[in-house]
Each structure stands twice: as C-alpha cells, then as structure tokens.
C-alpha cells in the first residue's frame, strides 16, 4: 500500500530536473556469516568468566528500510534510513542510519554505485538506550526508470558491533555494569537488496 | 533435401517465436508473503496469462518460523484500462485463476515469544481460487513494475500436531493477506 503510493505521488511530484528531495524504500535479504564474543564478567558467586569465541556461522535474516533524504549533486545523494532489520537470530533492531551514495554515471544515467552507511539500531524501542552500531559499505547497479523514479540492485557488507546483556547462568539475573570488565559481540554479515527511490 | 526440410521447419519454430516482441516477461516477485519469479505470457485482446512460484514465508520475517513454504499460482488477467504520463504508461488490470501450495495456514500471534514460539500447527497442502488486481507501471520498452494485490479463497488440507489425523480448514491467510502488496520487477522480451 505504501509503495503504491509513493508511486502515484512521484507521478505528480516529478519535473524536468532531478528533484532535490529523495525518498524510497528498501528490502532484501541478508546472511549473518562471521560472529565474535568476548565477555568478562564477575558472577554473584564471586568467581571471573572469561568467555572469547568467534567462528563462521550462517544466520539468514532479512531487512527492510525506508528513506528521505536529498540529491546533493547528480552524483552524490545523503538521505536518513530507518525501518527494520534483522542481525542474528532472535536479534532484531530498528536501524537509524545515514548513508551517502556516489553515482559513477548521474542519476538520471544507468550506471554503478557505491555507498558507504553508518549510525545506530535501537534493540528496545523502551529503552532507547540501548543501541548497537551499525556499518556497512556496499555497491550496485542503479537502473534510472524515469526522471523521479530509479531502481537500485545492491550488495553490501555490513558490521554490526553490540554489548549484548550478560545473564548469570546460576541466578538467572542480569550481570550489573559494576561487574563488567569487557563485554563485546559483533556480527558480520553479506547482503542482498532491492530499493526504489523517487 | 531432408536436412533442408528440417532446417526450414526450424527457422519457421524460430520466427514463430521472434515474431511476438515483448510477448513473454520473466520477473521477480517481492512481498512479504513471499519470494521468488514470475513468467507472463502476453495474449490478444489486452490479456495475459501469469504463473509465479515462490517460497511463502508466513512467520518467517517475525521469528516464529524458519522453513518457507512453497506456493505455485496461474492467473489470468485483463488490462482494462491504460493511459500514460511523464513517459510512464500505466496499465490497470484484474484476474483470476487458482493456486496451490505445501504452506502454513493463520496462527494467532505475531512476534515468536520469548523462549521461541514456533508455529504450531503442520504444513499442509493447499489449494485454492484466487482472484487479482494490479497496477502495471512501464518505465521502459523492456522493464515494468507491477503492484498486485491478490486474495485466495480455498482449503487447507494438513496433519493435525496433537491426535495425528487429518484436519481440513478454509485457508485463512488467503484472506487476511488479501491486502498485503506484492511488487513485481519484470523485464518484458
């Protein structure tokens, strides 16, 4: 429903120049392939757990976004995203992120593109201090299908860096901060996506 | 002379299937009740003929299921009205035609709890009428977007998860996902 009508209202909005305001949507897939944990923490018996492991995984998740933002140039775009996205499994996060897009060929041109994405993703919408960070770095091929419309096919990497919430195995409590000396995740993933901007 | 026969047999196969530019299109589906391709068959008097199978993916995207089902569905459809813009043409249409599948039927619940809640109930076979409506937008000579809405009225045919025996029921989220979008990316030729 709410791509239709950011279809019908790019008919009405779109001119004879590149409109200086962007908005669209993305959605795709993406594969959790590399994680690492270390944790070191004091449990209420007294004792220290050091816990370091990282390996290859595969996790599949998938995410989907929606975007404002601005063409600062015929090459270059800046806009917000946000929506939702999932990291690993049973972890899932409401990104906020900006990304600056660099178009080879101008945007109203079919050419490659390459973009570079950074901010945060509330794990609790409760409890917006709680955040991960998130980064990813990507390319793709940008299909221009009218003067306000174009179609994106993108592949990025992306990073995601967390500072997960430690349960003591024995109370089942949460580890308080006081008894925290590292606590460290991160999630590597490839992904996959489709965006449409207007 | 033989040879020739056939090779004139092959050329006229050939034209035959030339001749109809932008007659076939092959796309990819995106929604969120599932994934996967379409082909359309262009036919005379402004309709056409869709298959489209994909991987349905109820409870997928909110944890509560981690296989896809897979769904296989024919419509045909009529464009009944088209007009153009801004060198975008739009094409409205509507369809029907039947569908089947090895899916999930409608569980209460939204988000898998913590713990992890699964669906509970079987796969089971479906099957089913169902009945179309879109909006063709044509950017170019070779690529269109479709935005489809498609409603499924049938039967869910599944092996019941406590007592064994089989359990027959109208296929829910044929209906209540009458409304969520499907967008296709096609390239016509």
Redesign the interface.
Known sequence: ????LL?LAS?AL?HAAQPFIRYGVE?GSSGTLFTAKHQNYTVGEGYRVDENHAGWTFIGN?QILADLGVNITPHIAVAAYTGLAGIAE?F?VIPLTMRGTYYFREMDCDGMLCYFDGGVGFKELRNPSKICTLLSAGTGYH?A???S?S?DFLFSARASLDRPDIVDPDSGRKIPESSIRLDQASYYSLNIS?A?NF | MKHSKVLVLILCLAMTLTAGAQDYSFGLYSSIKGIGATFEHRRPNNCFNSYTATMDIYGMPTGRSNMPGGHFSYSHNVIYREYGSNGVKYSLYWGTGCSAGFVHDFEKGLFAQPGGTILRRNYGLMCALDGNYGCRFTFRESLCLDLRFTGEFGCHIRKDEIHGNQDLSCYLNGIFRALYPQLIISYLF
């Open positions: 429903m709410v791509i239709s279809l008919c779109s959605w998938a049973g899932r299909v299908l009218s003067r419309v179609l489709i449409l």
